[in-house]
């Protein structure tokens, strides 16, 4: 099975840039769906981004389009989340996912199986 561990994130006033990284191992990217998803306190939990590497998928939230990027690195193994021009309603715990490798990019938490840790991203206005 899968592993997730996630780095990064951290504070930073609006306006600013941050990357939460997410590293696998067993198994190379290629072979799931991998997404994004962030949980505000008292809110549920919310698709970001989703990605099938295979097919060239790739799905934003409309709320996060333009302004963040998935990168993959086959190398390290690991797929970044670059946010740029943050806002303080992005402040969240922001998790890795990994699903089924399957054409639809699916948005919704349960399509996952397995999750990272989590990482806090804070967004001063």
């Known amino acids: 099975q899968p592993q997730l561990v996630q780095s990064g994130g951290g504070l930073v006033q609006a306006g600013g840039s941050l990357r939460v990284s997410c590293a696998k191992s067993g198994g190379a990217f290629s072979t799931y769906n991998m997404a994004w998803f962030r949980q505000a306190p008292g809110k549920d939990r919310e698709f970001v981004v989703g990605s099938n590497w295979i097919h060239g998928n790739i799905n934003y939230a409309n709320s996060v389009k333009g302004r963040f990027t998935v990168i993959r690195d086959n190398v390290k193994n690991t797929l970044d989340l670059q946010m740029d021009n943050l806002k303080p309603e992005d402040t969240a715990v922001y998790y890795c996912?990994?699903?089924?490798?399957?054409?639809?990019?699916?948005?919704?938490?349960?399509?996952?199986?397995?999750w990272g840790q989590g990482t806090q991203v804070t967004v001063s206005s």
């Open positions: 996912a990994a699903g089924v490798p399957e054409v639809v990019v699916h948005t919704i938490d349960s399509k996952y199986d397995h």
